[in-house]
T-cell receptor, first 111, second 114 residues
Framework: QKEVEQDPGPLSVPEGAIVSLNCTYS??????FMWYRQYSRKGPELLMY????GNKEDGRFTAQVDKSSKYISLFIRDSQPSDSATYLC???????????FGQGTRLTINP | KAGVTQTPRYLIKTRGQQVTLSCSPI?????VSWYQQTPGQGLQFLFE???????NKGNFPGRFSGRQFSNSRSEMNVSTLELGDSALYLC?????????????FGPGTRLTVL
């Protein structure tokens, strides 16, 4: 079993919809949580960075971490076609510059 | 501020050959990490360098190696290439070595092994 599980999708929603992306993990030592967005033929781009539990909001994006359930989420409000990409969750125990990634969810926003 | 750059962007090699990939981090960043991305396994950590020293290593065979220079630029080398080494190799840089820092990725080098 992988340390980080993420539904690979694909996920297709209409423009303007609220998108929910999720990851579960098994390593209770993880305390740093990140969401990356990766467009085709590009490197991952850091979207959100969260330490420990709680919520963090940045524009249309909200990241939630529930350490008790070992579950993290990324919400995208008012989704746009330009949000179409693969979204990767990543996490670390903080002991090293080593990120453990989920498989990535391919998201398509339809105009 | 320039981002992370990787060269070459694309590479085709045959089995048994070796390859060297290069990464230039964001100016001022001293930590460089390497990842392998494949459709089947996703993104997997290879190793991390800080101040010219390898600090962390993932679960890859010894055919995968790297180094970091005094200007923080890094190279990774894969010897005796196998078909399964075909992947996107990504380099990420971060500012310092204390705790976990935000990692910024380059565009990657796409390696195809024939």
């Amino acid at each position: 079993q992988k340390e980080v599980e993420q539904d690979p999708g694909p996920l297709s929603v209409p423009e303007g919809a609220i998108v929910s992306l999720n990851c579960t993990y098994s390593n209770s030592a993880f305390q740093y949580f990140m969401w990356y967005r990766q467009y085709s033929r590009k490197g991952p781009e850091l979207l959100m960075y969260t330490y420990s539990s709680g919520n963090k909001e940045d524009g249309r994006f909200t990241a939630q971490v529930d350490k008790s359930s070992k579950y993290i989420s990324l919400f995208i409000r008012d989704s746009q076609p330009s949000d179409s990409a693969t979204y990767l969750c990543a996490m670390s125990d903080g002991g090293a510059q080593k990120l453990v990634f989920g498989q990535g969810t391919r998201l398509t926003i339809n105009p | 501020k320039a981002g992370v750059t990787q060269t070459p962007r694309y590479l085709i090699k045959t089995r048994g050959q070796q390859v060297t990939l290069s990464c230039s981090p964001i100016s001022g960043h001293r930590s460089v990490s390497w990842y392998q991305q494949t459709p089947g396994q996703g993104l997997q950590f290879l190793f991390e360098y800080f101040s010219e020293t390898q600090r962390n290593k993932g679960n890859f065979p010894g055919r995968f190696s790297g180094r970091q220079f005094s200007n923080s630029r890094s190279e990774m080398n894969v010897s005796t290439l196998e078909l399964g080494d075909s992947a996107l190799y990504l380099c990420a840089s971060s500012q310092s070595g204390r705790g976990i820092n935000e990692q910024f990725f380059g565009p990657g080098t796409r390696l195809t092994v024939l």
